[in-house]
């Protein structure tokens, strides 16, 4: 059973510099989780606390059952795996990989084995004579992994493993490290600053932010619900719109007004939430750029969400085109399919989803409707 569970962590660097002031978070047995954030929002400081290559200056940290703040990282159970891989440049990569277990006198017949079966796993066994310099950065990762599977551990804690990479062999060894998990049937906590690493890996996802814990769900759930604005502009790429709006009631219908538009809140979001509280003040409208349609179809369809974007630039990406364009004084960017004939200095005329659309309060963030 390697369930991770991280109760009231708090951690000082220095007795003085707090990262972490109170983290509270469950990892299942065979989950694959990623923290994702901004760098220096606290990832590898949590991270090295799991490895226990860093003292945790407060609360209670438990592998299983068992608490380990003051277990030693040997007898933890876990492998890490770096960024910098850290393989000994003079020995081969089968003796990279079997250093751990020669360390440990394990009998040779056994080393060979798991190095063998390691090996085959990760397309490296015509590669075992080589020494690391005479790979590609690709090779010396799956090395890393190597290193750590040998050992067997039942929990695989990797600090932004693919970094290093360039971006065709980075989005390969998402795929591989996906598979590599499903196969080997460990808990894989992973920390990156990359959200397509996270959202196209994880079973479950930690937004975190300055040392705070802002949301832990699914990737669907994340990018459909996000809890706040930040993780709401963290999560997709290219990032969600915000609009300042105005929110308005008539009738029991509620508006968001801002430039020249004044757009119906589906039931949904009035339902979801007693709206009267922010009537007449200022909420942020979050719209995703695909959630913006040129189709003619669908404007048709929703004539009361259409707006007018004087396209500044349009950026061809292939199936879709970027268009973007201010509504006010507000930088947009618009996804729409690269069939809808729009170029730059035209206007589009877009129609917004708003029932994909998202609701914030202005002054905390916080999602008011998800
Ligand atoms: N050994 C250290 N001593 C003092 N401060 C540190 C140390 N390691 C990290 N920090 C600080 O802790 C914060 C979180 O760092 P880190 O966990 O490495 O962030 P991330 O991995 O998310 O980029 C940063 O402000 C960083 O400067
Ligand atoms: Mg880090």
Known sequence: MASITLKNIKKTYDAKHTVIENLNLEIKDKEFMILVGPSGCGKSTTLRMIAGLEEISGGELLIGDRVVNDVAPKDRDIAMVFQSYA???????????????????????????????????????????????????????????????????????????????????????????????????????????????????????????????QQVDTPQNLYNHPSNQFVAGFIGTPQMNFIDAKLAAESGRYFVCFDAYRIPLPDRMVKARDLADYTGQTVVLGVRPEDFHGEAEYRLKTQRNLIHLPVDQAEMMGAEIYLYGEIGKTPVVAKIPSAEPVAAGDTAALALDMQAAHLFDKRTGDAITD
């Open 87 to 213: 393989l000994y440049p003079h020995m081969s990569v089968y003796k990279n990989m079997a250093f751990a277990l020669k360390r440990k006198h394990e009998k040779q017949e056994e080393i060979d084995r798991k190095v063998h079966a390691a090996a085959k796993v990760l397309e490296l066994e015509e590669y075992l004579n080589r020494k690391p310099r005479a790979l590609s950065g690709g090779q010396r990762q799956r090395v890393a992994l190597g290193r750590a599977m040998v050992r067997q551990p039942s929990v695989f804690l990797l600090d932004e493993p693919l970094s290093n990479l360039d971006a065709k062999l980075r989005a390969e060894m998402r795929t591989q490290l996906k598979k590599l998990h499903q196969d080997l049937q460990t808990t894989f906590v992973y920390v990156t600053h990359d959200q397509t690493e996270a959202m196209t890996m994880a079973d479950r996802i930690v937004v975190m932010k300055d040392g705070v814990i």
